[in-house]
């Protein structure tokens, strides 16, 4: 029974995914952007191969990497200024007028330098886009499965653009060269930038507005949940980029193949990753985020280990499969935990450091990929890279295992939360923000939780037990386990109308004035609630006469 609840809540999850318009925008304008980058790839490495040589190409390469890992944090820091929806248009827009330029430097033949400095400032407006959407997407959706749907289809899109990117630029190459290649990606820009610009504001509770140095490293590690990603998505990415040199010499050396089948290789990890992908979604839907992070990162090294032990086209086409099921795995869970682990109001900042740390980390694996194969052969770095992920898996698997237990017991206080209707239509980021804020308190039967004319501070949710209001010495109410009050003081800013006593002994959690009023301000939805919650209970005032003075105070 609990195996078929969980499966129709992923299936319902996936349906809102399609279902929502601002999700399929943000989706389809993610999947625009990456099959720009993809393309100008192509097009813009065959330019430059062409018009200066390996050197020119492996300049860009640097600048693709070293561009975002410094400006990706300072645009993705800006985001609480211009908001999620204008900040994604601008860097389409800034991306799309560079590529024009690119354009028409590729049309003239130009100097190559032109196109270093465009290509650095358009891989840092797409180096954000990413980023600032999975900080945006949270605040689309209301429930936990239905983030993690959210991601499964931008893996699946990604895979799609893996493909379609690369594919397109080599059609135009063809047609009518790079020029045309980089052009064609103008128009996909300005598409993205026309779907991010009807993305709705999120709601957020930005309890903290004061930004500092080091404010987004604080953000990204200020819990150990969050530490983990940030150290462990590196990581893989640090192999990732490894793999990218000692495949090319691998496949002709160790493989005895031509240069063609490296693209065949590395399109099995897309291919992969894409048809696992519902698999993918059942493993990472059932509660355990962070564990299939770990699986993640042994399905992307082990496979890579052995196909250095057996180098054969069939066989390492199925093992770099696998390692494509592990790159959709690592995807999922950690962009689904990051939003899980760090405040709503510095999303886009804590994703934006992540993104450079992963450039960073494909740098250095490139970098150390190259000291490996000078002093050894490709089959022995394939294997040495290869099996750093399950090794590092299986040191932080006792810390993953514990992180999911944490999130589990914080689903059952968010759970909690999204049952009272005056929270009922805030979406994840917000409710998850509320849950942290949730204290744990105990009364015993006949003790006075709250009294008639005292200051309003909290708000209490039931866990357990039973509590009686009273109004001028008469009961008016009696709620249990599931039920909540004390929003009456909160909402209309008025001395508490009851008196509340524990009838049996209570278990309840606590919700500070600050953070439930500052919960009601990010929806007008959650304020209409409220205030029916609060006008229901005050009609039951006796007489109603309390009811019309505090639902009116100048009367």
Known sequence: ?????????????????????PLRNCQLALAL???????????VSAFLFQHGGLGSVAAFGVVRTAAPAIGVPAATAVTGRFGHGRLLRLLALVAAV???????????????????????LIGIAIGAFRPVTSALMPSLVSRPEELVASNAAAGFLDGATTLAGPLLASVLLGVGGPAWAVGVTVVLLAAAALFAGRLPAPSTMALETRRSP????????????????????????????????IVVVFVVD????????????????G??????????????????????????????????????????????????????????????????????????????????????LIQIAMALGAAVAGVLLHWLDARTSLLIVGLLLPVVALIAAPFLRRFDARLGHHDLEVDLLRRQPVFADLPMPVLDNLGARLAPV????????MSEGDHGDQYVLIVDGVVTFTQLGAVVNVLERGDSFGEIALVRDIPRTATAVATTPVVARTLDREAFLAALGCDVRAR??????????LARAPGGDLGRAAADPDA
Do not use: K
Not at 1 to 21: H, I, K, N, P, Y
Not at 254 to 269: H, T
């Open 1 to 21: 029974m609990a195996t078929r609840g969980t499966v129709r809540r992923q299936l319902a999850a996936v349906r809102v995914v399609f279902a929502s318009r």
């Open 33 to 43: 952007v990456r099959s720009t980058d993809l393309a100008q790839l192509v097009a």
């Open 98 to 120: 560079a590529s024009a330029g690119i354009t028409a430097v590729l049309a003239a033949r130009r100097p190559v330098a032109i196109v270093l400095v465009l290509s650095g």
């Open 214 to 245: 080091g404010h987004a490293l604080r953000t990204l590690f200020h819990t150990p949940e969050a530490s983990s990603i940030g150290i462990l998505v590196p990581c893989q990415t640090f192999v990732r980029g490894a793999l990218n040199v």
């Open 254 to 269: 160790a493989m005895r193949l031509s240069d063609s089948a490296i693209g065949v290789l590395l399109g099995a990890i």
């Open 271 to 356: 291919v992969g990753g894409m048809i696992a992908l519902p698999a993918a979604l059942g493993i990472v839907g059932t509660g355990r985020l962070y564990r299939s992070l770990g699986i993640g990162l042994a399905l992307w090294g082990a496979p890579l280990a052995v196909a250095a032990g057996i180098p054969h086209l069939p066989v390492a086409l199925a093992l770099f499969a696998v390692v494509g099921v592990g790159n959709v795995l690592i995807d999922v869970s950690a962009y689904s935990a990051v939003p899980r682990a760090v405040p709503d109001h510095a999303l886009a900042e804590a994703f934006g450091l992540l993104e450079a």
């Open 442 to 449: 105990t009364f015993a039967a006949g003790e006075v939780i």
């Open 528 to 537: 209409v609630r409220a205030d029916a919650v609060v006008d229901e209970r």
